[in-house]
């Protein structure tokens, strides 16, 4: 087994950042659509949380935005003229698509792409998928900005391997690692990798949700899992339960999250709890390692409180000096059901003895919590040295991306603002800069 730690690259929100309520499915999403936005506050709310991470000695780096608006999203929908007229007409015409060309969805990094370490790969390198996103209109293109950061970050072939996205076709949906979940007993150790499904495009019989759409298959988990060389004796596909996915709980994460061998989850998580448990035991026995599950019973939280507070979209690290820490935002502890629940927890003696708390309200308000916000990749010291350096959290990049914050984001954006040009122009200028800071000219085509 090799050295290896897990990095956390967290979203650095845009300065764009709206609430265009887009996502259907999604009940915070759906729930603030067109309220007035903060991107400074959004953006300083966010570089916090990975300094204060970083601090406390977890490997932290950051993936930049995504170029908003997507002038070519709109010009291939046929608004033409120059870039002002491009959005008059928008506004004029179709709001809606206006505001998909103006998402600021790609903060949430964990939908970036399904990442395997090279200790479960068949090749021995760290493979990554950037996901299609196909199931909205505002999120079906981030791939083509997933895939080329990727490519610029990670781009030493003997280390690494970033593919292509899947075809963008209903059969192969998917959402990245909102989706995934790996355990081991040590993150250099060889692991189990874990991929929740909540629709087969193949078998009509399969249980799938009503009311809001199942956004990842397991035709697409099956065919990241054959792209990363993965061990099918340490895979387990598992199917979410479509009732919960009709309650608002659009990806596994907002309802379960795993690291190491720990399972924290909801009891209504999966279509099938013995099963999915049991898949897990096996597979993790491959490994000469024990599954331990923290189960949180409806009865306690319902389905309801775990969603309104995120209680499941919380980050769960392995704590340098021991131990795991739950990353929570506010809202869980605005909760009843949910601080209680949390209070007992840390007080239990089990694997999770200690909560960090971050303010994220303009994350939160969008739809995604911290581990919406974060990417997880875990690297040996070899392949992190082989990364691109200038994303990693450190007090001198915390240092310069704050004025950066402050020099080019707005402290409120309503919907008409999308229409100003003012806005693109700064944006692009923003962008311009932050390729500076971060060593990486060339990262957005702004042309």
Known sequence: ?????????????????????????????????????????????????????????????????????NFRLLRRLGFTGTDADVLARAYRESPVILACAYSASP???????????????????????????????????????????LRALFANPDRFVVHDPLPSTPAFGDEGAANHTRFASAHGAAGVEFFVYGRVEFDPSAPAPTKYPARQTLEASQA????????????????????????????????????????FYHDQAFADEAATLEALRRALGVTGTDLRAVRVDTGVVPVADAVASYLFNSQLLSKPDGGMALVV??????????????????????????????????????????ACLRLRVVLTDEEAAAMHQGVLMTEDLYARLVPWVERHYRDRVEPKDLADPQLAIECAAALEDLERILGLPGLYDLS
């Open 1 to 69: 087994m090799r050295n290896a730690r897990e990095f956390n690259f967290d979203g650095l929100v845009g300065p764009s950042h709206n609430y265009a309520g887009l996502s259907f499915g999604n009940v915070a999403s759906f729930n603030n659509v067109r309220s007035a936005s903060n991107p400074r506050q959004a953006a300083l709310q966010g570089l916090a949380k990975m300094r204060a991470l970083a601090a406390r000695g977890f490997a932290q780096g950051l993936l930049p935005p995504q170029a908003r608006p």
């Open 329 to 370: 935002p506010h809202e869980c502890r605005e909760t009843a059901t949910v601080a209680r629940y949390l209070e007992q927890l840390v007080a239990s003696g089990g694997p999770i003895d200690e909560l960090i708390e971050f303010d994220l309200r303009q994350s939160m308000r969008n739809g995604g919590g911290p």
């Open 224 to 263: 990241v899992a054959r792209l990363h060389g993965l061990d099918a004796a340490r895979t387990v596909f598992a199917s979410q339960n479509p009732a919960v996915i009709d309650q608002g709980v659009f990806h596994n994460d907002v309802i379960a999250v795993g690291n190491g061998n720990v399972l």
């Open 107 to 149: 903060m949430w990094t964990a939908n970036a792409a399904t990442v395997s370490p090279s200790a479960d790969t068949a090749d021995g390198r760290v493979h990554f998928t950037a996901a299609n996103l196909n199931n909205k209109l505002h999120r079906a293109e981030e791939h083509v900005q997933a895939t080329r950061t």
